[in-house]
């Protein structure tokens, strides 16, 4: 499917695809952090837009629009993406870019996934940008009074990724008792006992569990049991750079 970007003004807004990688995750103990798979697919799952001019906003919190105070450093070819427009410490960044999907499609614009920033709290929101003339600004919601923030440049402000419209509607949730599937119920009970097994011989010296440090049944898509991953089964995502064609 095709996600189309026009640029409003001036040059296209600087976006990348989303990287595995994030600092928090680097600096665990031996990089542990990335041995958990769903966190590394939700970090590369869309594309990054970049913050342009550097700057240091601070909120002294009141509602009003002045409350936040946005100091930006000089840079040459590159203009102030961030604002106060909304009040009550919310700081708005405006994108100059109309964005489409196909239709039924709507776009996800989020903060940058488990990237977390002291301070400040990325707001989400569900755009419909399969029919909308309109651009959508990125919004970071103040948590800390007189606290200064930074945002560098080509810090990650804004998080995006195409979804089906309607697919929650379509979701019909319901609890069943664990017995009432007797496949899952043994799977889940193996795998159970399979991880207490493991926890316990993480604590004997020089055993298998200590060598192999963790359990990679998710990771590598296999159950100590008859349900395994299907064929599908991802280890990692890349999206695609965003390419200009006229």
């Given at each position: 499917m095709k996600l189309v970007c026009y640029p409003t003004s001036g040059q296209p807004p600087k976006i990348i695809a989303a990287p595995l990688e994030r600092d928090w995750m680097d600096n665990t103990g031996a990089s542990f952090a990335y041995r958990c798979l769903p966190l590394n697919i939700a970090n590369a799952h869309g594309w990054l837009?970049?913050?342009?001019?550097?700057?240091?906003?601070q909120w002294n919190g009141a509602a009003s629009l002045d409350a936040i105070r946005i100091e930006a450093t000089a840079s040459e070819g590159v203009s102030l993406l961030a604002a106060s427009h909304f009040g009550?410490?919310?700081?708005?960044?405006?994108?100059?870019?109309?964005?489409?999907?196909?239709?039924?499609?709507?776009?996800?614009?989020t903060g940058p996934t488990n990237m977390v920033?002291?301070?400040?709290?990325?707001?989400?929101?569900?755009?419909?940008?399969?029919?909308?003339?309109?651009?959508?600004?990125m919004n970071w919601?103040?948590?800390?009074?007189?606290?200064?923030?930074?945002?560098?440049?080509?810090?990650?402000?804004?998080?995006?990724?195409?979804?089906?419209?309607?697919?929650?509607?379509?979701?019909?949730?319901?609890?069943?008792?664990?017995?009432?599937?007797?496949e899952v119920e043994q799977a889940y009970r193996t795998w159970v006992a399979?991880?207490?097994?493991?926890?316990?011989?993480?604590k004997v010296h020089g055993s298998k569990a200590q060598t192999e440090k963790?359990?990679?049944e998710y990771f590598s898509g296999?159950?100590?049991?008859?349900?395994?991953?299907?064929?599908?089964?991802?280890?990692?995502?890349?999206?695609?750079?965003?390419?200009?064609t006229g």
């Open positions: 837009i970049l913050n342009d001019a550097p700057f240091v906003a009550h410490g919310v700081l708005t960044f405006h994108v100059n870019g109309l964005f489409k999907t196909e239709p039924d499609y709507d776009l996800w614009v920033k002291d301070g400040i709290q990325p707001l989400t929101g569900v755009v419909e940008t399969d029919w909308s003339p309109f651009t959508f600004t919601l103040f948590t800390r009074k007189n606290t200064p923030i930074a945002f560098e440049r080509d810090e990650p402000m804004c998080m995006i990724f195409p979804m089906p419209r309607g697919l929650i509607e379509k979701v019909e949730p319901e609890f069943r008792t664990i017995e009432s599937n007797p399979s991880r207490l097994k493991f926890n316990e011989e993480l963790w359990q990679k296999r159950a100590v049991s008859t349900l395994n991953a299907p064929a599908n089964h991802r280890t990692k995502v890349k999206a695609k750079p965003f390419q200009y």
